[in-house]
């Protein structure tokens, strides 16, 4: 059974024609956030001397690599689809809304791709 009118049906999504998907997309990113989050806290206090050398062996760390740069990836994507949704929502001016959205994705891509470009950085220079 399904909840769908048949006019939805025969044109696809819903109104705003991704709204689906980006509710989607928002949970999927939340699981790996409720995965990755507690590995990341856990990690660090098992890692007890929080020292510059200790830290670094731990980021250069293969499967920690890999962790940490999912972390950064998942939770500027999950920033950005919150945000969105926020300033869709509170944003009536369609201008406005246009660049805030246009700046906060910017910003985050900007951040994601310099926190995993940092883990890279750390983990194949191996210099301390």
Known sequence: MSLRSPLGKVLGAGAAKEGAHHWWAQRISAVGLVLLAPWFLLSLIALGDLSYV????????????????????????????????????????????????LVIKFTLLVLGVLGVISVLRIAFMGNH
Request: proline share 2%.
């Open 54 to 101: 200790n830290v670094h062996d731990w980021v250069a760390s293969p499967v920690h690599t890999v962790l940490l740069s999912l972390l950064v990836l998942a939770l500027t994507y999950h920033a950005f689809l919150g945000l969105q949704v926020v300033i869709e929502d509170y944003v009536a001016n369609k201008g406005i809304r246009l660049l805030v959205l």
